[in-house]
């Protein structure tokens, strides 16, 4: 009797046992499918434009899929001046919003971040109210304060208007990054004599590395992806950014499209981007999850 009890319970740990091995194969599998449809939908428009830029006129309709390897386009778009000047001014414009704003918000999310003072949370409200105004809320007031300052049709009044967007969004993340840091550091450092300048410069901004390459990849590509502002503050083609400059490419006739050339520059335009995310995503990864897990 008791031999049949333990067989009937070793023949049902073994049903049990492959139950439990089936349901997680068929868990792993649709696991598996569903990354393979995300990463096909991501991926899949970033190939799609450049096989689309390797081909001309009818070929873009046969084997749609194949690229042709003619790189036509590429080899058009670097003999326009207007498209090579337009790189270096939203690398400019770029480059210089990212700048200002990671040492405007340093300073801005130092002060907030550690600096007790009675209206310190109606002022991180009010940043965050600014960050999230739509951008043709605030374009009637920047064209007056554009022309006001006399930098109409110039690279220098894309950095002033993109400010807008990108200090408040930089001094929000530092903020956050800025308060997990122990106090203890500053307590240490006040008993030595150190001011707030010398403790955020010599204490704190070593230890930021990844949050300020965080932040300002994402401040970056913020700006060199702005187009309404762009379009509105620029109007000849030497001052003009990428984004509008990809926007106003014109065929050789009135009737045609350049699909082509279009996406040609749309990969020529990523391909910084993805270059700056792929040397920086080791801090890029740890700055965004710092603060996540508390010990």
Known sequence: MMADVAIRSATTRRRSSASYRFWRRVRQGFLGLAVLVVLVYVLFPY?????????QGAELYQNAFVPALNFTYYRSLFENPVFLGSLVNSTFVAVSTTAISLILGLSA????GRIDFPQRRFVLMAILMISIFPQVVVLSGMFELINWLGLYNRPSALVVTYLLATVPFTTWILTTFIREFPRELEEAA?????SHFRILMKILLPLMGPSLASTGILAFILS????LF???FILTDANRTVPVAIGLLGGSSRYEY???????????VTLPLIILVLIFQRRIVSGLTAGAIKG
Not at 258 to 268: C, K, R
């Open 109 to 112: 999310a130092y002060a907030l």
């Open 230 to 232: 762009a379009l509105t």
């Open 47 to 55: 190939y799609w434009a450049i096989v689309s830029s390797t081909k």
């Open 224 to 227: 060199w992806n702005e187009f």
């Open 190 to 194: 006040i008993i030595d004599g150190c």
């Open 258 to 268: 350049p699909f082509g050339q279009i996406m040609a520059a749309s990969v020529t």
